[in-house]
């Protein structure tokens, strides 16, 4: 690459940033990592209507859970600041007249009422989708036409007015892409968009344009659904003699729907039970609050993992890919043109794979966390000793205190299906026996131990170790699977396990 590498994530503060836009922020920071470049993150505020309070904050939360550092910012500055378009407002006029004086764009006088009435009086004559564009608008009040006398007047009698860009009538126009080639639209498919509205304020096209420019950012990254402004953007470059410096495109493929059907939605999310949002999000005006990945127990490093699949792979078997890593092997080129299905159960297989990763002390200190949450303790020894005998059959930290709730809790009650099955005499017999025999061990027990006892009570009773371990089990957990049994007896101790063994043996019925 020639051009310095300066790329830039450009939301807008509408609302909780959509998990498909940390990936956009993700292939963003990768890009400019892997180049040396300088990753910068802009914020596009300049639709007032469609503001919303706390949005600025979430994006910056969301992306430094995921461990995307940005080099220049609204909060840390930078020499292009200010970084948010709405500070940056009066900016952008001149360019807009600078259009205006070139014959490249027009002032349009006309009321939303009027555009409104011609608009049906298309449809009227047959015109499906009518736009204001090369042809109609010059059946509208504007300065192509009006005449220069008439502008004048309006313009100094303050009457309201948009700019609008003048897009060629009949002309192919070619946006060279890195991902997909080139893609040309042919203009009579444009409508003479807005550049600069009644309040004076850009709208995304002419802001964004300017401040590419001028914030010299040399590609553009982001998601397909931008596709379609890209011709607006190609021209406004074009018009403002900004060809040489305009930046290379890169439309990242959707995420799909996980069945294949469509752009990923919040609604087929909640249906199928998965956050779209990174981090919680409350959404004020609603009265609601959703869920994210982190409060849903994901590790950032899982987040990384799982969204950089999705639309990019090394090329090779390798599914594993630590932030370095990602820096190290991403590439332009594997980036793919068609969208890719969402599948939350490869999200699990990471974070699982994550978990694993992690040292038991640093799961311990989670997990205590977790029970501090519920008003419980338990020492950092004990909490290290659970997640070693956990650890292989969870996915998320949370799941230590449901997948093994007989270490925190007696059962109160047992799986009746085992329990018909099971309980019988000769298991009674055996688990009464175990009990005696444990009360030699009270200060201390081990696996091993546990399983020598065991296994000395089945022989002296005559009866077979395998046959009763299943019966043991459901009176100390409750359940008919689960952990290694004799690490889980080790772990409550002797004391524990008899008064777990009475309890069962009071409450279940002997079957014959
Ligand atoms: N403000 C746009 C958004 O909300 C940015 C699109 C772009 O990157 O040009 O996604």
Same mark, same amino acid.
């Given at each position: 690459?020639?051009?310095?590498?300066?790329?830039?994530?450009?939301?807008?503060?509408?609302?909780?940033?959509?998990?498909?836009?940390?990936?956009?922020?993700?292939?963003?920071?990768?890009?400019?990592?892997?180049?040396?470049?300088?990753?910068?993150?802009?914020?596009?505020?300049?639709?007032?209507?469609?503001?919303?309070?706390?949005?600025?904050?979430?994006?910056?939360?969301?992306?430094?859970?995921?461990?995307?550092?940005?080099?220049?910012?609204?909060?840390?500055?930078?020499?292009?600041?200010?970084?948010?378009?709405?500070?940056?407002?009066?900016?952008?006029?001149?360019?807009?007249?600078?259009?205006?004086?070139?014959?490249?764009?027009?002032?349009?006088?006309?009321?939303?009422?009027?555009?409104? %009435? *011609? !608009?049906?009086?298309?449809?009227?004559?047959?015109? @499906?989708? $009518?736009?204001?564009?090369?042809?109609?608008?010059? +059946?509208?009040?504007?300065?192509?036409?009006?005449?220069?006398?008439?502008?004048?007047?309006?313009?100094?009698?303050?009457?309201?007015?948009?700019?609008?860009?003048?897009?060629?009538?009949?002309?192919?126009?070619?946006?060279?892409?890195?991902?997909?080639?080139?893609?040309?639209?042919?203009?009579?498919?444009?409508?003479?968009?807005?550049?600069?509205?009644?309040?004076?304020?850009?709208?995304?096209?002419?802001?964004?344009?300017?401040?590419?420019?001028?914030?010299?950012?040399?590609?553009?990254?982001?998601?397909?659904?931008?596709?379609?402004?890209?011709?607006?953007?190609?021209?406004?470059?074009?018009?403002?003699?900004?060809?040489?410096?305009?930046?290379?495109?890169?439309?990242?493929?959707?995420?799909?729907?996980?069945?294949?059907?469509?752009?990923? %939605? *919040? !609604?087929?999310?909640?249906?199928?039970?998965?956050? @779209?949002? $990174?981090?919680?999000?409350?959404?004020?005006?609603? +009265?609601?609050?959703?869920?994210?990945?982190?409060?849903?127990?994901?590790?950032?490093?899982?987040?990384?993992?799982?969204?950089?699949?999705?639309?990019?792979?090394?090329?090779?078997?390798?599914?594993?890919?630590?932030?370095?890593?990602?820096?190290?092997?991403?590439?332009?080129?594997?980036?793919?043109?068609?969208?890719?299905?969402?599948?939350?159960?490869?999200?699990?297989?990471?974070?699982?794979?994550?978990?694993?990763?992690?040292?038991?002390?640093?799961?311990?200190?989670?997990?205590?966390?977790?029970?501090?949450?519920?008003?419980?303790?338990?020492?950092?020894?004990?909490?290290?000793?659970?997640?070693?005998?956990?650890?292989?059959?969870?996915?998320?930290?949370?799941?230590?205190?449901?997948?093994?709730?007989?270490?925190?809790?007696?059962?109160?009650?047992?799986?009746?299906?085992?329990?018909?099955?099971?309980?019988?005499? $000769?298991?009674?017999?055996?688990?009464?026996?175990?009990?005696?025999?444990?009360?030699?061990?009270?200060?201390?027990?081990?696996?091993?131990?546990?399983?020598?006892?065991?296994?000395?009570?089945?022989?002296?009773?005559?009866?077979?170790?395998?046959?009763?371990?299943?019966?043991?089990?459901?009176?100390?957990?409750?359940?008919?699977?689960?952990?290694?049994?004799?690490?889980?007896?080790?772990?409550?101790?002797?004391?524990?396990?008899?008064?777990?063994?009475?309890?069962?043996?009071?409450?279940?019925?002997?079957?014959?």
């Amino acid at each position: 690459m020639d051009k310095k590498v300066r790329v830039r994530f450009a939301p807008s503060p509408t609302g909780g940033l959509h998990i498909g836009g940390v990936r956009t922020a993700l292939y963003n920071y990768l890009i400019a990592k892997k180049n040396n470049g300088t990753m910068i993150l802009r914020i596009e505020d300049t639709d007032q209507t469609r503001y919303v309070e706390g949005a600025e904050e979430y994006i910056k939360e969301a992306l430094a859970w995921v461990g995307i550092q940005l080099d220049e910012s609204p909060w840390q500055g930078g020499k292009f600041a200010p970084y948010r378009q709405s500070e940056r407002k009066d900016l952008y006029k001149k360019y807009a007249l600078k259009l205006i004086e070139e014959g490249n764009a027009y002032y349009a006088f006309d009321t939303e009422d009027e555009w409104d %009435s *011609k !608009r049906k009086e298309l449809e009227a004559a047959g015109v @499906v989708s $009518p736009q204001y564009n090369s042809i109609t608008r010059m +059946q509208m009040k504007n300065s192509l036409t009006l005449t220069a006398a008439e502008v004048k007047a309006k313009l100094a009698a303050g009457e309201p007015y948009t700019i609008r860009l003048k897009v060629p009538h009949k002309e192919d126009i070619r946006v060279h892409d890195l991902i997909r080639g080139w893609v040309v639209f042919h203009s009579s498919l444009l409508d003479d968009r807005v550049l600069l509205k009644s309040d004076g304020m850009p709208t995304y096209h002419l802001a964004n344009v300017v401040d590419d420019y001028l914030m010299q950012i040399s590609h553009v990254i982001r998601g397909e659904e931008w596709l379609p402004s890209a011709p607006v953007h190609v021209l406004l470059y074009k018009m403002l003699g900004w060809e040489n410096e305009m930046p290379q495109f890169l439309h990242l493929p959707l995420i799909m729907n996980p069945d294949g059907n469509g752009k990923l %939605s *919040k !609604r087929y999310a909640d249906q199928l039970g998965f956050p @779209v949002f $990174p981090i919680e999000w409350h959404n004020k005006e609603k +009265q609601a609050t959703m869920t994210g990945y982190r409060e849903a127990g994901y590790f950032p490093e899982t987040m990384v993992n799982f969204l950089v699949l999705l639309g990019w792979n090394a090329g090779t078997e390798q599914e594993i890919f630590s932030m370095q890593e990602l820096i190290d092997s991403f590439s332009i080129e594997r980036i793919g043109k068609s969208g890719t299905k969402f599948d939350i159960n490869k999200a699990k297989w990471f974070n699982q794979h994550y978990l694993k990763a992690t040292s038991n002390p640093t799961l311990a200190r989670l997990l205590l966390a977790d029970l501090a949450k519920n008003n419980r303790t338990l020492s950092q020894e004990k909490a290290e000793k659970v997640v070693e005998i956990l650890k292989e059959r969870v996915t998320f930290v949370k799941d230590f205190l449901t997948e093994g709730k007989y270490l925190f809790d007696a059962p109160q009650t047992f799986d009746e299906q085992i329990a018909s099955k099971k309980w019988n005499q $000769p298991l009674v017999e055996v688990l009464n026996g175990y009990k005696n025999a444990l009360q030699t061990h009270q200060e201390s027990l081990e696996a091993h131990t546990a399983k020598e006892i065991l296994n000395k009570t089945t022989d002296s009773l005559g009866v077979k170790f395998g046959s009763v371990m299943q019966g043991v089990r459901l009176a100390i957990t409750g359940a008919g699977a689960g952990a290694d049994l004799m690490e889980i007896i080790a772990f409550l101790g002797a004391d524990e396990v008899s008064k777990r063994i009475d309890y069962a043996v009071s409450t279940l019925k002997v079957v014959s």
